[in-house]
């Protein structure tokens, strides 16, 4: 008969193997974001790369500066410049829900009866629907990164200002990410 001291010592690790130690079991990374949270994260990502953006940055004293940075199934990222003065009007971004995020300088955004200086590394999250106007109302330039998802395709224009019933907290957030 064999002793207690004679048997192998099993354990959930003896016999399944370490879970930590299987990375090929875990979910696969995405390769490109599908969430709100993920797309805040790729501006943030990119915002960070100031090596990738910066030397792209151009000003045109007529009208904004824009230039697509990136594309994605689903979506897009641009990169805005805006000289003093520069602004959008009011506007929304039709079917598609955005990420806002400053790089330099200062943006000023007005949405219904809200007004808020956006400084670099605040992000603003909008929906489909969300009324607002933003301009460059500082005296130096600024730069922007826009993400929308899905990639924008029209962007109406509204002759009155920014309906504040569009500016509720389940049309948009804001985060500041310094």
């Given amino acids: 008969m064999l002793s207690d001291a004679s048997l192998p010592q099993l354990s959930d690790i003896s016999i399944a193997g370490d879970p930590l130690a299987l990375p090929h ?51 897009e990222v641009w990169l805005l410049s805006w000289l003093p003065g520069q602004g959008t009007g009011a506007h929304d971004h039709g079917p ?21 200086n956006l400084t670099p590394g605040a992000q603003r999250v909008f929906a489909p629907g969300y009324v607002h106007e933003v301009v460059n109302a500082a005296l130096t330039p600024a730069v922007s990164l826009h993400v929308y998802y ?14 504040a019933a569009l500016t509720d907290w389940a049309a948009c957030n804001s985060v500041h990410l310094a």
């Fill in 25 to 75: 079991l875990l979910p696969a990374e995405p390769a490109h974001p599908a969430t709100v949270a993920g797309f805040a994260g790729l501006a943030r990502t990119i915002a960070a790369d100031r090596d990738r953006w910066a030397p792209l940055v151009a000003y045109d004293p007529t009208t904004r500066w824009y230039h697509r940075l990136q594309t994605g199934p689903g979506y």
């Fill in 96 to 116: 598609s829900s955005g990420v806002l995020t400053v790089l330099e300088g200062e943006l000023t955004e007005t949405a219904g009866a809200a007004r808020r």
């Fill in 150 to 163: 899905p990639g924008l395709t029209e962007m109406p224009m509204h002759t009155t200002t920014p309906d």
